[in-house]
């Protein structure tokens, strides 16, 4: 137990050095998450790179044109503020990914979760296990990360039809923080992604990434 916590303290020092020269510099590099359970953790390969380029442009900010690849357990993930999700099948996390990611969370990380059709229900059982305490709630029309650079009044846009549903946006609150997004019957990530992928229009795309950059905001700033 003495050694688990020792490795926990070391992976904290480090999360917050690093998260201190982010906040100074306004450079950073932001990661997708490599799960196990047989889901396609790696789809939408062009959607964070379109991100990324679409923030340093209108945000100026100065993020890693390549996003990282990065997994639950590991301590790597302690380098990046952001860490985005998504895929449409089954994920698992260990017991040891579980404590990795919690203690990644309460420290000041950030998790986007976007179903991209399929992951709702294995997502929300393996963030009980991280979260057992918390559960995922809707967030309102005026919370923050609808209002940043962009001015979102009704929401989530709505960017891929599945079941005709209206996208919602959940989240996990740890001590008065938003520590977990989950972007649901929205489909942000595919919005992300180049247009000849999904043949979105411009202006569906526009609206895709103009949200993605208020979640980045969030996390560098207002977060």
Same mark, same amino acid.
């Given at each position: @137990?003495?050694?688990? &916590? $020792?490795?926990?303290?070391? %992976?904290?020092?480090i999360f917050i050095f $690093? *998260? *201190?020269?982010?906040? /100074?510099?306004?450079?950073?590099?932001?990661? *997708? $998450? %490599?799960?196990?359970?047989?889901?396609?953790?790696?789809? &939408?390969p062009t959607s964070l790179p379109n991100l990324i380029a679409f923030c340093n442009k209108n945000l100026?900010? &100065?993020?890693?044109?390549?996003p990282a690849a990065v997994e639950v357990g590991s301590a790597d993930i302690f380098?990046?503020?952001? /860490?985005? @999700?998504?895929?449409?099948?089954?994920v698992v996390f260990s017991d040891d990914e579980a404590k990795n990611l919690r203690l990644y969370l309460i420290s000041?990380?950030?998790l986007h979760i976007d179903d991209n059709y399929g992951l709702n229900p294995f997502v929300r059982k393996q963030m009980k296990?991280?979260?057992?305490?918390?559960e995922f709630?809707?967030?309102?029309? &005026?919370?923050?990360?609808f209002h940043q650079k962009y001015d979102f009044p009704r929401g989530l846009p709505k960017i891929h039809e599945h079941d005709a549903k209206p996208p919602q946006a959940f989240g996990l609150i740890w001590e008065g923080r938003l520590v977990c997004l989950f972007t649901y019957e929205c489909d942000l990530g595919d919005g992300w992604e180049d247009a000849i992928v999904h043949g979105?229009?411009?202006?569906?795309?526009t609206k895709a990434l103009q949200m993605g950059a208020n979640i980045i905001q969030y996390v560098f700033t207002a977060h």
């Open positions: @137990m003495a050694e688990f &916590n $020792l490795k926990m303290m070391k %992976k904290l020092l $690093l *998260l *201190l020269i982010s906040f /100074v510099s306004w450079g950073q590099k932001i990661a *997708l $998450l %490599k799960y196990h359970g047989g889901g396609d953790w790696y789809s &939408n100026s900010t &100065n993020i890693d044109k390549e380098q990046y503020p952001f /860490v985005h @999700m998504t895929g449409h099948g089954n000041g990380g950030f296990v991280v979260f057992p305490e918390l709630v809707e967030l309102p029309y &005026n919370h923050p990360i979105d229009s411009d202006a569906t795309r």
